[in-house]
Nanobody
Framework: QVQLVESGGGLVQPGGSLRLSCAAS????????LGWYRQAPGKQRELVAT???????TYADSVKGRFTISRDDAKNTVSLQMNSLKPEDTAVYYC????????????????WGRGTQVTVSS
């Protein structure tokens, strides 16, 4: 399986923007669904967004209209554009793939990167 390496995190003020990137060590074209997850201190890891090989996307309600997931199979990368950031977006962000879909729910694989820290604070 491909190795995933996240980057692009940092400290940003509320209302600001960040773009996260996930670079895969090999081809992602055969991975049907890729996703971004996040884990805030003391909380469970949660799904933020998914993107299918056909370009279909899903988003958590908390980020709809603010975050945009994209993939570039030619460059083997998955990105997450985050706008209008809020303090509650503070978390370690992880990309994951393949993400399974069964009985109406998404399930991550065990293929996790190290994550990238996003801190939203004034």
């Amino acid at each position: 399986q491909v190795q995933l390496v996240e980057s692009g995190g940092g400290l940003v003020q509320p209302g600001g923007s960040l773009r996260l990137s996930c670079a895969a060590s090999g081809s992602i074209s055969s991975i049907v669904t890729l996703g971004w997850y996040r884990q805030a201190p003391g909380k469970q890891r949660e799904l933020v967004a998914t993107i299918s090989s056909g370009g279909g996307t899903t988003y958590a309600d908390s980020v709809k209209g603010r975050f945009t997931i994209s993939r570039d199979d030619a460059k083997n990368t998955v990105s997450l554009q985050m706008n209008s950031l809020k303090p509650e977006d503070t978390a370690v962000y992880y990309c994951n793939g393949p993400v399974g879909y069964y009985s109406g729910s998404y399930y991550p694989s065990t293929n996790w990167g190290r994550g990238t820290q996003v801190t939203v604070s004034s």
